[in-house]
């Protein structure tokens, strides 16, 4: 009787370790014999930002869901150059992953992608959200693809809104006057800046700090967890809340050595982006009240704005839609498709 029942707790073992081995199996697939390929990624946030540390979430979870024939070397902080620098590197293949503002596509083959960016024209986050998923959005990620060589891995890396971290107290548009104020080097930003009367400085992201306490600018526009974790708010006397606009992250991939990865090590890697970026934004927004919370106890003034002051600011940005359509940077009815999209 004895021996039986060992029999029988024997074979349930037996099946259990096979069961358990059948579903470890299923869900991280089997890379075993593939070659070890190890890529590069870059971004220009800074170490400590949430950005950064994503990034590193992303080559863990990577290297472990490949089981270790995928590894990524994360190089942030803008260690491999500038955002310029490594937008020419990664298409040219010499950086394999890059990480940057998705604004910039709108330099790089795909000026429709501006209209996203437009200053004063995005209600709210959740209106941004509806644009990140929406046919338009992917029709320029597909675009961009086609003019640049870069797969887009991920889009939704939402961060907050821009504002504006300045030594110069900005209550009204007409504050705004000849502001020397830090731009991204950007046309279309550039455009933005100077519709508002200020004249735009482009500086180097990681030298924002420096040209803010030499008086190189007087102000700097930066997403709000940009601004405490590259402590712009340590040379900054005022925060204006004026939600310029909604960013989002976007982690591009050189498509050549994309399609060398097989297709398992394809399908990990984006799917681990794209899970990485809903990590980052609820990350991101639990930690936004402490920052301004920070700020203030440093000695930096809230600005907010009124719908009034805020309408004054979509008004003035507005003729640029007309400029671009004019001048054929956009297509006839891109403006009116973008704002029916984050009405829905």
């Not at 803008?78 to 490594?86: F, I, N, V, Y």
């Not at 995005?122 to 338009?136: G, I, N, Q, V």
Request: glycine share 4%.
């Amino acid at each position: 009787m004895k021996k039986n029942v060992l029999m029988v707790v024997l074979a349930l073992v037996v099946v259990v370790a096979l069961y358990g081995g059948i579903r470890y199996f299923r869900s991280s697939r089997d890379t075993a014999g593939e070659p070890k390929v190890t890529l590069s990624f870059g971004g220009t946030a800074a170490s400590e930002d949430l950005a950064s540390k994503a990034m590193q979430r992303v080559a863990d979870l990577v290297e472990e869901r490949t089981n270790g024939s995928l590894k990524i070397n994360v190089f942030p902080a803008s260690q491999l150059g500038d955002a310029m620098t490594q937008m020419e590197m990664v298409i040219n293949g010499n950086i394999d992953i890059f990480m940057e503002g998705a604004n910039y596509m709108a330099d790089w083959g795909v000026p429709e992608r501006y209209v996203a960016s437009l200053y004063f024209q995005c209600p709210s986050k959740e209106a941004f959200l509806k644009l990140l998923d929406s046919d338009l959005y992917k029709s320029w990620e597909d675009t961009f693809l086609e003019k640049t060589g870069l797969r887009t891995l991920a889009s939704n890396w939402v961060r907050p809104p821009v504002e504006i971290a300045s030594n110069v107290p900005l209550y009204t548009l007409e504050d705004f006057k000849n502001l020397k104020l830090r731009s991204l080097p950007s046309k279309y930003t550039l455009d933005a800046l100077s519709a508002l009367g200020t004249k735009p400085t482009s500086v180097a992201y990681n030298e924002v700090y420096l040209a803010m306490q030499q008086g190189v600018i007087e102000a700097t526009i930066a997403t709000l967890d940009a601004v405490y974790k590259m402590n712009f708010y340590q040379v900054a006397k005022y925060l204006c809340m004026v939600d310029a606009s909604y960013v989002n992250f976007a982690l591009w991939m050189n498509e050549a050595k994309f399609q060398s990865l097989s297709p398992s090590q394809q399908e990990i890697l984006v799917n681990t982006c794209k899970e990485v970026g809903e990590w980052y934004m609820a990350a991101v927004e639990a930690e936004l009240d402490s920052y301004i919370q920070k700020m203030v106890e440093h000695g930096v003034k809230i600005i907010e704005y009124s719908p009034e002051e805020y309408a004054k600011f979509a008004a003035t940005i507005k003729p640029l839609v007309d400029k671009y359509v004019a001048e054929g940077t956009w297509p006839e009815g891109l403006y009116e498709a973008f704002m029916d999209v984050i009405s829905e």
